[in-house]
């Protein structure tokens, strides 16, 4: 007997579990159409829970400064011009790795997944590399590239390389074999099928990949601030630690969170205006 | 009607690689057909129809014979020779016309033709006021037409057809059987239709090619001499349904009864 009922436990787990994920599903739903409504409340709530915390704890202001503290060191940071000096500085280490990984790996991927040799050949060197944490790396390329920009932007195009990289495989990989039918019936030249049929076809999956890009590009120049730099955001934390300026640190962990967040923004735009034929079917499945 | 031979098949076979030897589909099919004639495929389900067509639009290369077509062989992909596919294929981020103009748009047809001509089949097959919908909003039938009308608007003189009524209900399914005989008396198109509808292959057809299971072979070649135009009425004279009965013998669909 105890067979059956340890299976029917088993079916009645799964259900449940399925009830739940269901349910979670439509509540995070819900909770992403109202989100916009509630901003300001929420917003006000996790104020108040910051200076709770702080009176509570009775916490020293180099360990967590009050929001207004760092208003004011924000204010102060941005009136003498040098938050948007560093803030410039990290932006364009972040777009120089975006454009320089992003092409690098689109091409790449582009051909490894139109040649199964290409792909034989080179997956196991593309595998290893990404074995590494390019936190390991980031020193390598600063004692070889210097404290500038040039070593940062390769640390965001080392970082944003795999997952478009293997994006763009996937996507071009999953072309419908039937559409590659269609269009050599209809004796289309290989540019024709790649602008009319590859391009679109592997957009959605290309575009899951830049919206991971983005926000692991801002990730990659901070790193590459830490590990050597006279400017930058990432620069700025260091400063703000040593110096027991930790206000200075939240303005500029929060510039950062703003930054990373305007380019998934700009990405999630970017997918609204070209992928407007599958808005209906896949906004709330394809998540990353 | 002038039967030249349009389209030749001499001994095509076809094995497709598989882990265990090779999975034989075709074995050596030969047969002619004449400019203008309407030819159905019958046969069971997966016994390599589909294949067959491929073959025969060039997009597979046959194991072994040759396709002619006009007297050349086929060595890929020809002007003049359109196909509908299983599935609609269409592209799902393109809207109905857009799908129905991409054969002009990769031939450089300037966009104010491709909109007239696109704009007249969206009418024929029956969808018009649809031009903006996406495939994702069009019903299997609809997304048929849209296929159909996608090769008709390369004017082709050989239509390769593969069960393009197949999601189609009983009705819609004779209306546009009806419309593709007007079609195809009118502008001297040549026609190879696979079908599993024996009753439409009779209706539709000059000619039916009955294919055994896998590996496939011609097993019935039939010439359907009902005179054209043919009425509805057609259908039910007892000519039509020993042509019928035929068919169904070659197919080898076993008698039920109750
Ligand atoms: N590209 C391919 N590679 C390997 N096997 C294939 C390929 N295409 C078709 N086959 C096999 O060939 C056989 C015939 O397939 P085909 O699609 O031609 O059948 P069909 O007669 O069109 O069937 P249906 O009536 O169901 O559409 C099937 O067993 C199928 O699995
Ligand atoms: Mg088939």
């Keep these: 007997m105890s067979v059956p009922l340890s299976r029917s436990y088993g079916s009645d787990f799964l259900l449940t579990m399925a009830t739940i994920a269901q349910n979670t599903s439509s509540l995070l739903y819900s909770l992403r159409q109202r989100g916009v409504a509630l901003l300001p409340f929420t917003l006000a709530l996790f104020i108040f829970l910051w200076y709770s915390l702080v009176w509570a704890g009775d916490l020293r202001a180099f360990i967590l400064p009050t929001p207004d503290l760092v208003l004011s060191r924000f204010v102060e940071a941005a009136g003498d011009g040098s938050l948007l000096r560093h803030t410039m500085v990290t932006l364009s280490e972040v777009l120089g790795g975006l454009v320089l990984g992003v092409s690098v790996a689109t091409l790449l991927g582009y051909l490894l997944a139109k040649s199964q040799t290409l792909e034989r050949l080179l997956s196991p060197y593309i595998v290893a590399s990404q074995s590494i944490p390019t936190v390991a790396i980031a020193p390598l390329l600063v004692i070889w590239f210097g404290p500038g920009l040039t070593s940062k932007v390769l640390i965001c195009a080392l970082i944003v390389f795999f997952p478009i990289l293997i994006n763009t495989i996937v996507g071009v990989r999953a072309v419908p074999a039937d559409l590659h039918d269609l269009m050599r019936s209809l004796k289309a030249t290989r540019w024709q099928t790649f602008w009319l049929l590859e391009v679109p076809a592997a957009l959605p999956v290309f575009l899951g990949g830049l919206r991971i890009g983005a926000t692991l590009a801002v990730i990659g120049a901070v790193v590459g601030e830490f590990v050597g730099a006279d400017r930058g955001l990432g620069f700025l934390i260091n400063v703000g630690r040593g110096e027991y300026d930790t206000a200075l640190v939240f303005v500029a962990v929060f510039t950062l969170m703003f930054m990373a967040m305007g380019l998934y923004g700009l990405v999630v735009l970017l997918e609204w205006r070209l992928l407007g034929w599958q808005r209906r079917e896949s906004q709330e499945t394809i998540n990353y | ?258």
């Design chain 2, 1 to 258: 009607m002038n039967h030249s031979p349009i389209l030749s098949a001499s001994q095509l076979s076809t094995t497709f690689q598989n882990s265990n030897g090779g999975l034989h589909v075709l074995d050596k099919i030969s047969f002619e057909i004449g400019a203008q004639q309407f030819v159905c495929v019958l046969g069971p389900s997966g016994s390599g129809k589909s294949t067959l067509l491929r073959v025969l639009a060039g997009l597979l290369a046959p194991s072994q014979g040759e396709v002619k077509i006009k007297g050349q062989a086929l060595t890929g992909p020809q002007n003049g020779v359109a196909m509908v596919f299983q599935n609609a294929n269409l592209m799902p981020w393109r809207s109905v016309c857009q799908n129905i103009r991409l054969p002009l748009e990769l031939d450089g047809v300037n966009a104010k033709d491709a909109a007239a001509r696109s704009g007249e089949l969206i009418e024929l097959v029956g969808l018009g006021g649809f031009d903006d919908v996406l495939p994702q909003d069009l019903s299997g039938g609809m997304a048929q037409r849209v296929a159909i009308a996608r090769a008709l608007v390369q004017d082709p003189d050989l239509l390769l057809m593969d069960e393009p009524f197949g999601s189609l209900d009983a009705i819609t399914r004779d209306q546009m059987g009806g419309e593709l005989l007007k079609i195809w008396s009118v502008h001297n198109k040549t026609v190879v239709m696979v079908t599993h509808d024996i009753n439409e292959a009779v209706y539709l057809a000059d000619r039916v090619l009955v294919l055994s299971d896998r590996p496939a072979k011609i097993v019935l070649d039939l010439d359907i001499d009902v005179p054209r135009p043919r009425k509805e009425q057609v259908r039910y004279t007892p000519e039509f349904g020993e042509f019928a009965r035929q068919l169904r013998e070659a197919i080898g669909g076993r008698e039920i009864s109750i």
